[in-house]
Protein backbone atom coordinates (compact mmCIF):
# COMPACT_ATOMS: atom_id res chain seq x y z
CA UNK A 1 0.00 0.00 0.00
CA UNK A 2 0.84 3.45 -1.13
CA UNK A 3 0.32 5.26 2.56
CA UNK A 4 2.80 2.89 4.81
CA UNK A 5 5.49 4.03 2.87
CA UNK A 6 4.57 7.82 3.58
CA UNK A 7 3.87 7.40 7.73
CA UNK A 8 5.70 6.04 10.34
CA UNK A 9 3.31 3.33 12.25
CA UNK A 10 6.22 1.71 14.68
CA UNK A 11 4.35 3.56 17.65
CA UNK A 12 0.97 1.77 17.10
CA UNK A 13 -0.13 -0.35 19.51
CA UNK A 14 -3.36 -1.77 18.13
CA UNK A 15 -6.18 -0.82 16.16
CA UNK A 16 -9.93 -1.29 16.22
CA UNK A 17 -12.17 -1.58 13.51
CA UNK A 18 -16.23 -1.40 13.80
CA UNK A 19 -18.68 -0.27 11.30
CA UNK A 20 -19.21 -3.85 9.49
CA UNK A 21 -18.68 -7.42 10.22
CA UNK A 22 -15.12 -8.36 9.85
CA UNK A 23 -13.35 -11.69 8.66
CA UNK A 24 -10.07 -13.66 10.45
CA UNK A 25 -8.76 -12.69 6.82
CA UNK A 26 -9.43 -9.08 7.09
CA UNK A 27 -7.53 -8.63 10.60
CA UNK A 28 -5.04 -10.69 9.28
CA UNK A 29 -4.58 -8.55 6.80
CA UNK A 30 -4.90 -5.00 9.38
CA UNK A 31 -2.22 -6.61 11.88
CA UNK A 32 -0.07 -7.55 8.77
CA UNK A 33 -0.22 -3.63 7.20
CA UNK A 34 0.04 -1.93 10.57
CA UNK A 35 2.28 -4.26 12.62
CA UNK A 36 -0.13 -4.56 15.53
CA UNK A 37 -3.00 -6.47 16.80
CA UNK A 38 -6.27 -5.73 15.29
CA UNK A 39 -9.55 -5.57 17.35
CA UNK A 40 -13.03 -5.38 16.57
CA UNK A 41 -15.69 -3.05 18.83
CA UNK A 42 -19.31 -3.09 18.13
CA UNK A 43 -22.05 -0.88 19.15
CA UNK A 44 -24.82 1.91 18.42
CA UNK A 45 -25.67 5.38 18.34
CA UNK A 46 -27.73 4.80 21.20
CA UNK A 47 -25.07 2.89 23.51
CA UNK A 48 -22.93 6.16 23.43
CA UNK A 49 -21.73 4.10 21.19
CA UNK A 50 -19.08 1.35 22.04
CA UNK A 51 -20.46 -1.82 23.94
CA UNK A 52 -17.61 -4.43 23.14
CA UNK A 53 -14.49 -5.08 22.32
CA UNK A 54 -12.95 -8.78 20.98
CA UNK A 55 -9.92 -8.08 23.26
CA UNK A 56 -8.72 -11.78 24.14
CA UNK A 57 -7.95 -10.91 27.54
CA UNK A 58 -6.49 -14.01 29.28
CA UNK A 59 -7.25 -16.93 26.71
CA UNK A 60 -4.58 -14.87 24.73
CA UNK A 61 -1.76 -17.18 25.45
CA UNK A 62 -3.35 -20.24 24.71
CA UNK A 63 -4.74 -19.75 21.74
CA UNK A 64 -3.48 -21.04 18.07
CA UNK A 65 -2.88 -18.39 15.44
CA UNK A 66 -6.12 -19.36 13.66
CA UNK A 67 -8.49 -19.08 16.72
CA UNK A 68 -6.75 -16.06 17.60
CA UNK A 69 -7.89 -14.08 14.44
CA UNK A 70 -11.22 -16.13 14.23
CA UNK A 71 -11.86 -14.66 17.96
CA UNK A 72 -10.61 -10.63 17.06
CA UNK A 73 -12.92 -10.83 13.91
CA UNK A 74 -16.39 -10.72 16.21
CA UNK A 75 -18.26 -8.43 18.25
CA UNK A 76 -16.05 -9.73 21.14
CA UNK A 77 -17.22 -9.51 25.07
CA UNK A 78 -19.11 -6.58 26.40
CA UNK A 79 -16.77 -3.57 28.12
CA UNK A 80 -16.65 -1.82 31.89
CA UNK A 81 -19.97 -0.41 32.33
CA UNK A 82 -21.89 -2.21 29.77
CA UNK A 83 -24.38 -5.73 29.96
CA UNK A 84 -25.00 -7.55 26.99
CA UNK A 85 -27.13 -10.56 26.39
CA UNK A 86 -28.57 -12.98 23.35
CA UNK A 87 -32.05 -13.54 23.79
CA UNK A 88 -34.96 -15.24 22.19
CA UNK A 89 -38.43 -14.06 21.05
CA UNK A 90 -39.50 -14.37 24.47
CA UNK A 91 -36.80 -12.38 26.36
CA UNK A 92 -34.99 -15.42 27.29
CA UNK A 93 -31.40 -15.90 26.99
CA UNK A 94 -30.06 -18.49 24.33
CA UNK A 95 -27.87 -21.32 24.95
CA UNK A 96 -23.96 -20.48 24.66
CA UNK A 97 -23.15 -22.95 22.17
CA UNK A 98 -21.76 -20.62 19.15
CA UNK A 99 -24.48 -21.58 17.41
CA UNK A 100 -28.31 -20.68 18.34
CA UNK A 101 -29.23 -17.34 17.24
CA UNK A 102 -31.08 -14.55 19.24
CA UNK A 103 -31.09 -10.49 19.29
CA UNK A 104 -28.74 -8.37 21.11
CA UNK A 105 -29.64 -6.52 23.57
CA UNK A 106 -27.86 -4.01 26.27
CA UNK A 107 -27.97 -1.98 29.20
CA UNK A 108 -25.18 0.20 30.96
CA UNK A 109 -23.85 3.75 31.24
CA UNK A 110 -23.51 4.65 27.86
CA UNK A 111 -27.36 3.74 26.96
CA UNK A 112 -29.77 6.23 26.12
CA UNK A 113 -32.74 7.16 27.89
CA UNK A 114 -35.16 7.66 24.97
CA UNK A 115 -35.43 9.24 21.08
CA UNK A 116 -36.03 12.48 21.53
CA UNK A 117 -39.54 14.00 21.22
CA UNK A 118 -40.54 9.94 19.51
CA UNK A 119 -41.98 7.66 22.74
CA UNK A 120 -43.60 5.56 20.78
CA UNK A 121 -39.98 4.96 19.43
CA UNK A 122 -38.35 4.92 22.44
CA UNK A 123 -41.20 2.64 23.87
CA UNK A 124 -40.16 -0.26 20.96
CA UNK A 125 -36.44 0.17 21.25
CA UNK A 126 -36.24 -0.10 25.47
CA UNK A 127 -38.40 -2.67 26.69
CA UNK A 128 -37.37 -4.16 30.29
CA UNK A 129 -34.95 -1.97 30.94
CA UNK A 130 -32.78 -2.87 28.30
CA UNK A 131 -32.01 -1.74 24.45
CA UNK A 132 -33.09 -4.03 21.94
CA UNK A 133 -30.38 -3.62 19.14
CA UNK A 134 -32.31 -4.96 16.46
CA UNK A 135 -28.51 -7.15 15.68
CA UNK A 136 -28.60 -10.87 15.74
CA UNK A 137 -26.28 -12.92 17.12
CA UNK A 138 -24.72 -16.17 18.10
CA UNK A 139 -22.53 -15.98 21.78
CA UNK A 140 -20.18 -18.86 23.74
CA UNK A 141 -19.67 -19.97 26.70
CA UNK A 142 -16.49 -17.20 27.01
CA UNK A 143 -18.83 -14.52 26.79
CA UNK A 144 -18.03 -13.61 22.75
CA UNK A 145 -20.65 -12.70 20.99
CA UNK A 146 -20.63 -12.55 16.91
CA UNK A 147 -23.10 -10.73 15.04
CA UNK A 148 -24.57 -13.01 12.36
CA UNK A 149 -27.14 -10.13 10.81
CA UNK A 150 -29.40 -7.25 11.22
CA UNK A 151 -33.06 -8.82 12.11
CA UNK A 152 -34.66 -7.02 9.19
CA UNK A 153 -32.11 -8.54 6.91
CA UNK A 154 -32.30 -12.61 7.93
CA UNK A 155 -33.08 -14.26 4.11
CA UNK A 156 -35.64 -16.76 5.21
CA UNK A 157 -35.45 -19.75 2.54
CA UNK A 158 -38.34 -22.29 2.28
CA UNK A 159 -38.77 -21.44 6.90
CA UNK A 160 -34.80 -21.58 7.49
CA UNK A 161 -33.02 -18.56 8.49
CA UNK A 162 -30.08 -17.67 6.66
CA UNK A 163 -27.39 -15.09 7.81
CA UNK A 164 -26.55 -12.80 4.89
CA UNK A 165 -23.01 -11.73 6.98
CA UNK A 166 -22.50 -15.78 6.97
CA UNK A 167 -22.73 -15.85 3.26
CA UNK A 168 -20.65 -12.83 2.69
CA UNK A 169 -18.08 -13.76 5.24
CA UNK A 170 -17.37 -17.11 3.30
CA UNK A 171 -17.08 -15.27 -0.22
CA UNK A 172 -15.01 -12.28 1.00
CA UNK A 173 -12.37 -15.35 2.15
CA UNK A 174 -11.86 -16.27 -1.69
CA UNK A 175 -8.76 -14.28 -2.68
CA UNK A 176 -10.42 -13.05 -5.86
CA UNK A 177 -13.05 -10.89 -3.81
CA UNK A 178 -12.40 -7.08 -2.47
CA UNK A 179 -16.61 -7.07 -1.34
CA UNK A 180 -19.64 -8.10 -1.05
CA UNK A 181 -22.91 -7.81 0.13
CA UNK A 182 -25.70 -10.36 0.00
CA UNK A 183 -29.57 -9.77 -0.38
CA UNK A 184 -32.61 -11.46 -0.57
CA UNK A 185 -34.98 -12.03 -3.81
CA UNK A 186 -38.03 -13.13 -3.65
CA UNK A 187 -38.48 -16.77 -5.34
CA UNK A 188 -42.32 -18.72 -5.73
CA UNK A 189 -40.92 -22.33 -4.27
CA UNK A 190 -39.21 -21.08 -1.27
CA UNK A 191 -40.28 -17.64 -0.45
CA UNK A 192 -36.94 -15.85 -0.94
CA UNK A 193 -33.19 -16.90 -1.92
CA UNK A 194 -30.08 -15.54 -1.14
CA UNK A 195 -28.48 -13.37 -4.16
CA UNK A 196 -24.82 -12.27 -3.82
CA UNK A 197 -23.14 -8.79 -5.21
CA UNK A 198 -19.49 -9.11 -5.94
CA UNK A 199 -16.83 -6.69 -6.58
CA UNK A 200 -13.47 -8.17 -7.56
CA UNK A 201 -9.81 -6.90 -6.55
CA UNK A 202 -8.31 -4.93 -9.32
CA UNK A 203 -7.08 -7.82 -12.08
CA UNK A 204 -8.64 -10.81 -10.57
CA UNK A 205 -11.04 -12.98 -12.41
CA UNK A 206 -13.43 -15.04 -11.40
CA UNK A 207 -16.18 -16.84 -12.36
CA UNK A 208 -19.52 -17.40 -10.81
CA UNK A 209 -18.79 -21.30 -11.28
CA UNK A 210 -15.53 -21.33 -9.40
CA UNK A 211 -16.92 -18.92 -6.60
CA UNK A 212 -19.94 -21.38 -5.93
CA UNK A 213 -17.60 -23.90 -5.80
CA UNK A 214 -15.57 -22.18 -2.98
CA UNK A 215 -18.43 -21.75 -1.03
CA UNK A 216 -19.83 -25.17 -1.08
CA UNK A 217 -16.64 -26.06 0.91
CA UNK A 218 -17.86 -23.03 3.48
CA UNK A 219 -21.89 -23.02 3.88
CA UNK A 220 -24.77 -25.58 3.91
CA UNK A 221 -26.05 -26.46 0.48
CA UNK A 222 -29.21 -24.52 1.36
CA UNK A 223 -27.15 -21.31 2.08
CA UNK A 224 -25.84 -20.98 -1.12
CA UNK A 225 -26.84 -18.18 -3.49
CA UNK A 226 -28.83 -18.70 -6.21
CA UNK A 227 -26.95 -16.18 -8.25
CA UNK A 228 -23.81 -14.34 -8.20
CA UNK A 229 -23.59 -10.78 -9.48
CA UNK A 230 -20.54 -9.50 -10.11
CA UNK A 231 -20.62 -5.58 -10.10
CA UNK A 232 -17.77 -2.71 -10.32
CA UNK A 233 -18.49 -1.40 -7.25
CA UNK A 234 -21.27 -1.37 -4.58
CA UNK A 235 -23.89 1.12 -3.52
CA UNK A 236 -22.37 3.04 0.10
CA UNK A 237 -23.07 5.43 2.46
CA UNK A 238 -21.26 8.62 3.35
CA UNK A 239 -19.43 5.98 6.11
CA UNK A 240 -18.22 3.64 3.32
CA UNK A 241 -21.21 1.46 4.59
CA UNK A 242 -22.61 -0.89 1.42
CA UNK A 243 -26.33 0.24 1.23
CA UNK A 244 -27.85 -3.32 0.94
CA UNK A 245 -31.44 -1.22 0.61
CA UNK A 246 -30.62 -0.31 -2.55
CA UNK A 247 -29.35 -3.60 -3.85
CA UNK A 248 -32.89 -4.75 -2.43
CA UNK A 249 -34.87 -2.78 -3.99
CA UNK A 250 -32.89 -3.47 -7.45
CA UNK A 251 -33.47 -7.33 -6.61
CA UNK A 252 -37.66 -6.62 -6.26
CA UNK A 253 -38.71 -8.60 -9.19
CA UNK A 254 -39.11 -12.19 -8.01
CA UNK A 255 -37.17 -15.26 -9.79
CA UNK A 256 -39.10 -17.50 -12.22
CA UNK A 257 -37.73 -21.00 -9.98
CA UNK A 258 -34.42 -22.60 -8.68
Not at 238 to 258: A, F, H, Y
Request: hydrophobic fraction near 40%; charge should be negative.
Amino acid sequence: MLFRSQYDFSAMQWTELGGAAATPELMERLERAFGCLSYCGYGLTESGPVLSISRLGEMAGSLPREEQLRRRAMTGREIVGAELRVVDEAGHDTPRDGSTMGEVIARGDGVMDGYWENPTATEATLRGGWLHTGDMAVWDQQGFIRIVDRKKEIIISGGENISSLEIERAINAHPAVQESAVVPVPEAKWGEVPRAHVVLKAGATLSEQDLLLHLSKLLAKFKLPRQVVFAASLPKGDTGKILKKILRQRNSRPEDGV
